[in-house]
């Protein structure tokens, strides 16, 4: 069996890469691990970058998003009593978000690669990256019983965080740079009316929450908690009672409240491992990096990363320039760090760390700072338009000639 491209993984990154790369005539094929319906039941990010959106219409899969997706022109920011809106359309020269959900975009991405006939290998079992350092590489693996070998020019590990791709890459060769955060978010779905026209950030003494949505009718909401707490810990009352203490008063006299469709606590890391490329092995998405979700950038910077590979891919089949994958890590890496930075900077401003860690001071004079921090951005339009413009996703970077 031989391709061209052979991505590991079919979440977000792999989907989308491979769709774009197909779109070009380069050949791709797949090697997914669990089934597809697994894959869509996981319930993950909810705001695309203009970039991600983008590259979504660019690779002929934007119908729905575009028929269905909501565009925000900006967010609430919070805190002590007060909401302060981040306009992102007028601080960044008409840049927006569109809300809508990765379960819908992945939807979107298995349908289209179904209808274009691409081949997709699900619940393939222990794929491993072979001979990556040369000019055959290839993936061993098992599928229904049979082991099978897929000849490949180039790998895309778009395996997640706890793929195999990372784990190709030896260790004396890789530096993983790493943040775990004291907290947690619990997430809770519900079809119930969004608590308001956009999303709202909130910092509050008991702990962050924010209210997010899918469409007009089906809701997202998130409250920071302890890491030592369980999902059934928590009861949907309980949920419901808890977020209306830490929204604005005035959203949460009108909260519409509903039983959960879903309910699961995410642990929250900055995490990103370098070189992002191991010879013709390419880290995409979440195998390489991991972001807080404070920011709206994990999903995103999946797709940025897709981008630059995309790009690389297009120009070592149609201009004959397999040098230019030499690229890839470098490009990728400004922009992860970017994104990294800004995750994290959001995280601390907004959560309550209490006396929880915080590095190289005590919790009373970080919470001090983080404090002036934030109400310094949130009360001068240069400082929101910084939020805006890291918030709607800085430019692409293209290859160098
Ligand atoms: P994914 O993890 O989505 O996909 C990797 C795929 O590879 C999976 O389908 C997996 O089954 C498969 N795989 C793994 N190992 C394999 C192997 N050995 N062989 C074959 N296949 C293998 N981002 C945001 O922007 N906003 C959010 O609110 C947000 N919330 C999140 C909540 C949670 C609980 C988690 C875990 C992540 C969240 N994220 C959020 C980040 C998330 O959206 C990721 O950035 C996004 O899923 C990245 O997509 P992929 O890189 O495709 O990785
Ligand atoms: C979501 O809707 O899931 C969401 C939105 C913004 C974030 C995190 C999660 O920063």
Not at 237 to 243: G, I, N, P, V
Request: with cysteine; aromatic share 10%.
């Amino acid at each position: 069996m031989k391709t061209q491209v052979a991505i590991i993984g079919a979440g977000p990154s792999g989907l989308l890469l491979g769709q774009l790369l197909a779109k070009q005539g380069i050949d791709n094929i797949i090697l997914e691990r669990v089934t597809g319906d697994y894959v869509l039941g996981r319930i993950r990010a909810g705001i695309l970058e203009q970039g991600f959106a983008d590259l979504v219409r660019e690779a002929g899969v934007a119908e729905r998003m575009d028929a269905e997706g909501e565009v925000h022109d900006g967010f609430d920011i919070a805190s002590e009593g007060k909401r302060v809106r981040i306009d992102l359309k007028g601080l960044t020269g008409g840049k927006t978000v569109v809300c809508y959900g990765q379960v819908e975009i992945t939807q979107d991405l298995m349908l289209a690669r179904e209808a274009a006939g691409l081949q997709t290998f699900y619940e393939a079992n222990d794929v491993q990256p072979q001979d990556v350092k040369t000019d055959a590489p290839s993936l061993t693996f098992e599928y229904q019983g049979e082991s099978y070998r897929l000849e490949c020019d180039y790998i895309a590990g778009c395996d997640g965080f706890h793929g195999v791709s990372r784990q190709t890459i030896p260790e004396e060769v890789r530096t993983e740079y790493e943040r775990v955060y004291p907290f947690g978010w619990l997430g809770l779905l519900s079809d119930t009316p969004p608590a308001h026209s956009e999303l709202i950030y909130c910092k509050h003494e008991r702990g962050f929450a924010l209210a997010s949505m899918r469409s007009e009718t089906r809701s997202r909401y998130y409250l920071q908690v302890p890491l030592a707490d369980k999902v059934e810990d928590w009861s949907d009352d309980a949920f419901w009672a808890e977020l209306k203490k830490r929204l604005p008063q005035d959203i949460a006299e009108n909260l519409v409240t509903g039983p959960s469709l879903e309910k699961s606590i995410a642990p929250l890391r900055s995490f990103v491992c370098e070189p992002m490329q191991y010879g013709r092995l390419f880290l995409v998405g979440d195998a390489a990096h991991i972001v807080p979700p404070t920011g709206a950038k994990g999903l995103n910077l999946a797709a940025s990363d897709v981008a630059t590979l995309y790009k690389i891919m297009t120009r070592v089949y149609q201009q004959n320039d397999p040098d230019c994958i030499s690229q890839y890590s470098d490009i990728a890496l400004r922009r992860v760090w970017n994104g990294e930075r800004f995750s994290w900077w959001m995280s601390n401003m907004l959560h309550n760390f209490g006396q929880m860690e915080t590095g190289d001071m005590d919790a009373a004079t970080f919470k001090r700072f983080m404090d002036s921090e934030l109400g310094y951005f949130l009360g001068s339009e240069n400082g929101r338009r910084v939020i805006a413009e890291q918030y709607v996703g800085l430019p692409y970077e293209e290859l160098t000639d």
